[in-house]
């Protein structure tokens, strides 16, 4: 059962963890069993226990407490913390989580090669480096029909709180991994991967052959892994040399570009392999 803790001041050690601790810090990369991350909102808190990740500790505003005890109950014997909201004023962004921060051990990573077998489907971020992108293409991912996400080294984490925020807890429902451990690893022996398990490469972007993203030698692939690159430049020369396909998306009014986000969208939608 949860023990349930009053925080009077915002400088209480309890409040570390929601507060005080850098992205890198809650990841604990040296020792990634310590792993930590923030789930913000109780639509997401409990996306998150459904899919069986595991409390540490909870945040919420004093005036909720009886309007989130189910999701306490099922968060078991962990520590509780709640304050007013004077005291919460203070924790920048919290009037937008809707009353509740719950951190949550870091799951497991899963490997890449796990990931792709009998998979059909799968995204590719390269160096994405907003949340709320990484966040809104995760969303897409799990509701337009991706098997997997793999994002490269250099990408942003997508159990950042704001990410995981934006995704409404589709972070935790599509299977996702890095695709390498170090910058190197991407495109060279990350696509070299893709290829081995009989993927085809489509990589989003403009150039002179640029195949239309309803060409029907794509929708005929039976796996299919889709490149999209990092806001602004979008995917490296390298990485779209190596690809099998380079892929446009037709475009009125002069327009040259979507963001990346509603491109993974649009990608994601035209290439599912939906019957």
């Known amino acids: 059962m949860a ?54 500790a909870l ?17 078991g014997d962990i520590p509780v913390y709640c304050a007013e909201k004077a005291v919460l004023e203070q924790l920048t962004g919290f009037a937008l989580t809707r009353g509740a921060l719950c951190a949550m051990k870091r799951p497991e990573p899963r490997s890449v090669e796990e ?13 994405i480096a907003d949340s709320t992108n990484i966040g809104a ?20 984490d997508p159990l950042c709180r704001r990410a995981v925020r934006v995704s409404m807890g589709t972070v935790f429902q599509v299977p996702w991994t890095r695709i390498g451990e170090a910058p190197s690893d991407w495109p060279g022996r990350g696509i070299d991967l893709l290829h081995s398990f009989g993927f085809k490469t489509a990589a989003m972007a403009l150039s002179d052959d640029s195949v239309s993203i309803d060409d029907e030698r794509l929708m005929a692939e039976d796996k299919l892994a889709i490149v999209l690159g990092t806001e ?12 099998d396909y380079t892929v446009k998306i037709p475009m009125y009014h002069g327009v040259d570009s979507l963001n990346v986000a509603a491109a993974g969208a649009v990608a994601f939608w035209q290439l599912s392999r939906r019957k």
Do not use: W
Not at 115 to 127: I, K, Q, T
Not at 235 to 240: A, G, Q, Y
């Open 3 to 56: 023990s349930i803790k009053k925080i009077l001041d915002f400088s209480a050690p309890e409040l570390d963890i929601f507060v005080r601790l850098t992205g890198a810090q809650l990841r604990s990369r040296l020792e990634p069993e310590k792993g930590i991350f923030i789930a913000e909102s109780p639509t997401v808190i409990e996306v998150a226990l459904a899919s069986g990740l595991v409390p540490v």
């Open 59 to 75: 945040l919420t505003d004093e005036r909720l407490l009886g309007t989130l005890e189910k999701t306490i109950e099922k968060c």
């Open 115 to 127: 990931l792709l077998r009998g998979a059909h489907r799968v995204a590719v971020l390269e160096e």
């Open 137 to 156: 293409l995760f969303r897409s991912a799990a509701a337009l029909g991706m098997d997997a996400v793999l994002v490269t080294p250099t990408c942003c």
């Open 232 to 243: 602004g430049d979008g995917l490296s020369k390298s990485t779209i040399a190596g690809c």
